[in-house]
């Protein structure tokens, strides 16, 4: 099964493309897609959509790990975040790729055992499980692979029918 895990965000949209066969994990590529601050939203979220169109059709994931929004204090950011996460959502369906959703605490438990993990627990865990050299930069594209792990953990098991796609 090839996962692409995806970390939302408007500034930066973390990603990262695994093969998991068996409880064997294979990274294929991982990085972040940068928008540039000062752009009008609209053309950062074409940008987002543009390259993330670029990687699915690259490397043609069976599923996409998305992150479920999580209400922060600052409304403006949390909107433009939302916005991003649909040009995500919408890119994926368009490309005909399974969506599934996971929130932070389905992740941190996912990876490492416990849901209240801190950020330093997730990128340890997902730099050893993956074998990867030295962890993912920057955070967003750490936790892209989380996501990544985290559908590889649920989606390989029968509970993955319980997962809202």
């Known amino acids: 099964m090839r996962i692409l895990g995806i970390d939302p965000g408007i500034a930066i949209v973390g990603w990262g493309v695994l093969d998991y066969d ?3 994990f294979h990274p294929i590529a991982y990085d972040s897609i940068l928008t540039k601050a000062g752009l009008p939203v609209e053309e950062r979220l074409s940008a987002i959509y543009r390259e993330l169109s670029g990687i699915i059709e690259k490397y043609k994931p069976d599923a996409v790990s998305v992150e479920e929004l999580f209400w922060n204090t600052n409304q403006k950011t949390g909107i433009t975040v939302a916005e ?11 490309h005909g790729v399974p969506i599934f959703e996971y929130t932070p605490l389905q992740v941190k438990q996912s990876v490492v055992g416990y849901g209240r993990a801190e950020k330093k627990q ?13 962890p993912p930069k920057p955070d967003d594209t750490a936790d892209a692979l989380a996501l990544a792990v985290c ?15």
Request: hydrophobic share 50%; glycine share 4%.
């Open 22 to 24: 068996k409880m064997n």
């Open 84 to 94: 991003a996460r649909g040009v995500i959502l919408l890119c994926a369906k368009q």
């Open 122 to 134: 997730v990128i340890l865990m997902v730099t050893t499980l993956l074998k990867l050299e030295k």
């Open 151 to 165: 559908h590889a953990h649920v989606g390989a098991s029968p509970l993955s029918r319980y997962c809202k796609m």
